[in-house]
């Protein structure tokens, strides 16, 4: 299958091998553990990037969680933002009354998540709490701040453990820096 790219992944620099992701999930795993004890969130991942991170995430858990996912879209075949959110898939079960730890993959203006956070208050969760894998502080446009951060990383557009470009590479086990691609 063609799929017109002109990047090969032997071109692609590792921002973040896969053991250091491996070992940062296993601290937040302990954090949010720790944080949640004796209650059990409803994790809700945001499709597609973060089924990743979310499916490693839930394996470094001690307290019992459900899960549930929404699906988002807000590139389209570009690594620029809109500005344009569009839910592609609803939840599944209701979250009035749970404790909501919102799922992401990377977060970056923070639009994404502003608009989750109107979405979901609206059906009246106990709170909303987001774990990012990585966070490109740099760029956000409107003051939104997770609560769990995997990683800081620089203003570079990254692909790989579920991070796509125009959905290539999500396969790669670790986070790679797409070059020449002009992130803003
Ligand atoms: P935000 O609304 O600008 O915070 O957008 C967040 C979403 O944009 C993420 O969930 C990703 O799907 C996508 N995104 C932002 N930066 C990158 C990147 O460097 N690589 C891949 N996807 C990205
Ligand atoms: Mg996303």
């Not at 979310?54 to 807000?74: C, H, K, P, W, Y």
């Not at 075949?77 to 909501?100: C, F, N, P, Q, Y």
């Not at 997770?146 to 579920?162: E, L, T, W």
């Amino acid at each position: 299958m063609t799929m017109g790219n002109t990047f090969s992944e032997s071109n692609l620099e590792v921002l973040i091998d896969a053991r250091r992701i491996a070992s940062r999930i296993r601290e937040l795993g302990e954090q949010i553990s720790s944080d949640y004890r004796g209650r059990t969130p409803h994790l809700v991942g945001v499709l597609t990037g973060a089924w990743v991170f979310m499916a490693d995430l839930v394996r470094n858990l001690s307290v019992e969680v459900t899960v549930d996912f929404l699906g988002i879209q807000s590139y389209l075949a570009s690594t620029t933002s809109s500005g344009e959110v569009k839910i592609t898939k609803d939840l599944d079960a209701s979250i009035a009354g749970r404790d909501v730890l919102v799922v992401e993959d990377i977060l970056d203006t923070g639009r994404t998540f502003q608009y989750l956070q109107g979405v979901l208050s609206a059906h009246q969760p106990k709170s909303v709490k987001l774990v990012t894998l990585l966070d490109k502080a740099a760029r956000r446009v409107v003051p939104v701040q997770a609560d769990y951060v995997g990683f800081p990383i620089p203003d570079v557009f990254v692909v790989g453990y579920g991070l796509d470009y125009n959905q290539q590479f999500r396969r790669l086990p670790e986070v790679r820096i797409l070059p020449s691609i002009a992130s803003t």
